[in-house]
T-cell receptor, first 113, second 115 residues
Framework: GNSVTQMEGPVTLSEEAFLTINCTYT??????LFWYVQYPGEGLQLLLK?????DKGSNKGFEATYRKETTSFHLEKGSVQVSDSAVYFC????????????FGTGTSLTVIP | EAGVAQSPRYKIIEKRQSVAFWCNPI?????LYWYQQILGQGPKLLIQ????????DSQLPKDRFSAERLKGVDSTLKIQPAKLEDSAVYLCASSLGLGLGTEAFFGQGTRLTVV
């Protein structure tokens, strides 16, 4: 079946540090991959996505590359800011299962000044 | 563009009581999802609608949960009777359809506490 495994948190970084949040997936078909972010007190919102192998999604300085050979979609940012403090969810959707979304457990990031 | 609207934002009920949540998706979005997010876990799909038809309700506890999407727009999720383990955030999301890479837009959720 479909599933997403992501790095356990919480993660605490100093401002301007490098961020990596690992995400691997299992899928029966050829999924699309997403990173969603949930800021404190807000709903889930799309951060970036990729729909085919070797595609790179990017937004707000965050990047993730769809790696079919390692079934991974790791989230990276070169220099985090305090405003990046949030919970990050890796997710996939699969046309074979009606495009429902499968989420990881979420990784809480706190950036300290 | 208005986002996905959900109400209420918070609800506290006693076990064995009933509760209903309402969702208004983004205008024109054919697909509507209800997810349950238990504290510390990722969202888990309860039911998915395409227009007013059900695509997937395999993880909906049908002995106590029900959902409907009349006229293919608004949706209501009901729990009756509630159990302590139903305490969670209930998220509604919508998307344009079933295309590759189609993004889902989420509401702010309803936080349910069952005491």
């Amino acid at each position: 079946g479909n599933s997403v495994t992501q790095m356990e948190g919480p993660v605490t970084l100093s401002e301007e540090a490098f961020l990596t949040i690992n995400c691997t997936y299992t899928a029966t078909g050829y999924p699309s991959l997403f990173w969603y972010v949930q800021y404190p007190g807000e709903g889930l919102q799309l951060l970036l996505k990729a729909t085919k192998a070797d595609d790179k999604g990017s937004n707000k300085g965050f990047e993730a590359t769809y790696r079919k050979e390692t079934t991974s979609f790791h989230l990276e940012k070169g220099s985090v800011q305090v405003s990046d403090s949030a919970v990050y969810f890796c997710a996939l959707s699969d046309l074979n299962t009606g495009n429902q979304f499968y989420f990881g457990t979420g990784t809480s990031l706190t950036v300290i000044p | 563009e208005a986002g996905v609207a959900q109400s209420p934002r918070y609800k506290i009920i006693e076990k064995r009581q009933s509760v209903a949540f309402w969702c208004n998706p983004i205008s024109g979005h054919a697909t509507l999802y209800w997810y349950q997010q238990i504290l510390g876990q990722g969202p888990k799909l309860l039911i998915q609608f395409q227009n007013n038809g059900v695509v997937d309700d395999s993880q909906l506890p049908k002995d106590r949960f029900s959902a409907e999407r009349l006229k293919g727009v608004d949706s209501t999720l009901k729990i009756q009777p509630a159990k302590l383990e139903d305490s969670a955030v209930y998220l509604c999301a919508s998307s344009l359809g079933l295309g590759l890479g189609t993004e889902a837009f989420f509401g702010q959720g309803t936080r349910l506490t069952v005491v």
